[in-house]
């Protein structure tokens, strides 16, 4: 495949606040709101956090409380439904969209974790999660889906990592080497403790892999809802920490646990540049074989 030429993105990154909607239409109601907002604020791709639509969840089911298995089993069955909202909203934006993920039965018949990126004519390809977290594996039910891919954009080609998968270098190392220069990480964490997890390490994929990384969580308390009920963290852009970028690293960043959006430009030619003029090249010296298994050693 020949890789598309790589343009300038305005990046937007919702900090999505979990809400009560009563149905799919007032779920794609409120995806209008934010996207008129992204669009205005001159956004080319805009990004939602992993399971945003699952606030949906309850009122799917119809329970009183909240109830993992009748949610889950309520947000699969309406899964092509609200897919047809997700990819209606991006065609009324006229944006780019990736409208975080959601679970979805796949053709080996287990549920999977899949992130839509969607086009502004509402055309649309899935990057499903591999790794999943003990809530997803052991209380839910979710099996891990396909490898990573990479997606062709008018920016360039592209990663997803969803949430936990940005923990395992591997995964965001095999998008870089099949040509992504920005990977999206749409994340939801319900402790501090998770976000950070998230945080560090989307940083260090930036810095090992020169590219730019971009992470944005769900905020916001949801009682009624058994997979939403706690919300913490906030949006950020992550490049390599060399010339040319912010000491730190962090190019953008939203306020903790506010329902905002977070905007970035990004330029890939600053990635070509920092790969062949840095004070160092992480992205060419990833070691290229393994190391085999260390010796056991003792002080002499």
Not at 63 to 76: N, S
Not at 216 to 227: I, L, Q
Request: hydrophobic letters at 50%.
């Amino acid at each position: 495949m020949t890789a598309p030429p790589m343009a300038p993105l305005r990046l937007a990154l919702l900090q999505y606040p979990v809400e009560r909607p009563d149905s799919i239409a007032a779920f794609g109601a409120k995806l209008d709101r934010w996207l008129a907002e992204a669009k205005a604020g001159g956004a080319g791709l805009a990004v939602l956090p992993e399971y945003a639509c699952v606030e949906l969840g309850a009122a799917l089911a119809g329970t009183g409380t909240a109830d993992e298995a009748a949610e889950l089993a309520a947000m699969v069955e309406a899964a092509p439904a609200i897919l047809d909202a997700m990819r209606a909203a991006a065609r009324r934006a006229g944006l780019w969209l990736l409208p975080g993920t959601l679970p979805m039965r796949g053709a080996d018949g287990a549920i999977h974790n899949r992130a839509p990126l969607i086009d502004a004519e509402g055309r649309m390809a899935l990057q499903d999660k591999h790794a999943m977290t003990r809530f997803e594996r052991e209380r839910w039910g979710v099996s891990a889906g396909a490898g990573p891919a990479v997606f062709a954009t008018p920016w360039g080609l592209i990663g997803i990592s969803i949430c936990y998968d940005v923990e395992f270098p591997k995964h965001v190392r095999a998008q870089v080497e099949a040509g992504a220069w920005l990977v999206l990480v749409p994340s939801c964490t319900d402790t501090l403790h998770g976000f950070n997890r998230v945080r560090a390490t989307a940083a260090a994929r930036a810095v090992e892999n020169q590219c730019f990384i971009a992470i944005t969580p769900t905020v916001g308390t949801a009682p009624w809802s058994a997979a939403l009920d706690e919300n913490r963290g906030h949006a950020a852009v992550f490049g390599p920490i060399d010339r040319g970028f912010p000491e730190d690293g962090v190019l953008a960043r939203g306020a903790l646990d506010m329902p905002q959006w977070v905007f970035c430009d990004l330029d890939p030619a600053r990635i070509v540049t920092v790969r062949k003029e840095g004070a160092v090249f992480n992205h060419r010296d990833w070691p290229k074989r393994s190391f085999g298994r260390p010796a056991v050693t003792a002080p002499a």
